[in-house]
């Protein structure tokens, strides 16, 4: 049973770096051949893909985020990051991260309980 | 403005048939596979088809996809007031070399 976990910070200030760590277990990313994701969610609203990250550290981001965002892996403690910089307001969401189906398909079978993140001063 | 679009609500009676449709592009469903998630209220989504048509492992029969050019649809039989949630369409867009979710369908069981 594959279970993953964000952690970080709820609370951040507006120009800040929100920062989120999702922990793996049931599963080991380095062993892995597909990409890790993190998907947000806007109070109120749909999903919007943040980004993923393949065990060795290639990344794909959201055009729309890609200047901010910064996703990272640490196969050592079975663990990956996201970091988002200069956040504002609209950067206000529960995020989760999620595991792909398998290496053949990269629908996300397996996600966090999500991690609520408010920017405010 | 989501990549790809979606009803923003349907509703049927309990037992009835629905389908939810999710419209997109050659650079999105019309290469690549369609997945499709169900988020209750206050949980986090769950892949209920992959693949275009293939359901994971513990979801019912009642829940079916397909695709067809550069749409895709979800089906729901026999509706129960538990089906009552948002339904999201997903897959990669080529173009953008990004991951794409259609807006959100609220799913009402009469």
């Known amino acids: 049973q594959v279970q993953l976990q964000e952690s970080g910070p709820g609370l951040v200030k507006p120009s800040e770096t929100l920062s989120l760590t999702c922990t793996v277990s049931g599963d080991s990313i380095s062993s892995s051949r597909f990409y890790w994701g993190w998907i947000r969610q806007p109070p109120g609203k749909g999903l919007e893909w943040v980004g993923s990250v393949y065990f060795s550290g290639i990344t794909y981001y959201n055009p729309s985020l890609k200047s901010r965002v910064t996703i990272s892996v640490d196969t050592s403690k079975n663990q990956f990051s996201l970091k988002l910089s200069s956040v504002t307001a609209a950067d206000t969401a529960v995020y989760y991260c999620?595991?792909?189906?398998?290496?053949?398909?990269?629908?996300?079978?397996?996600w966090g309980q999500g991690a609520l993140v408010t920017v405010s001063s | 403005q989501s990549v790809l679009t979606q009803p923003p609500s349907v509703s049927a009676a309990p037992g009835q048939r629905v389908t939810i449709s999710c419209s997109g592009s050659s650079s999105n469903i019309g290469n690549n596979f369609v997945s499709w998630y169900q988020q209750l209220p206050g949980t986090a989504p769950k892949l209920l088809i992959y693949?275009?048509?293939k359901r994971p492992s513990g979801i019912p029969d009642r829940f079916s996809g397909s695709k067809s050019d550069t749409s895709a649809t979800l089906g729901i039989t026999g509706l129960q007031t538990g089906d009552e949630a948002d339904y999201y369409c997903g897959t990669w867009d080529s173009s953008l070399s990004a991951w794409v979710f259609g807006g959100g369908t609220k799913l009402t069981v009469l």
């Open positions: 693949d275009n048509n």
């Open positions: 999620a595991r792909p189906y398998s290496s053949s398909s990269d629908a996300f079978v397996s």
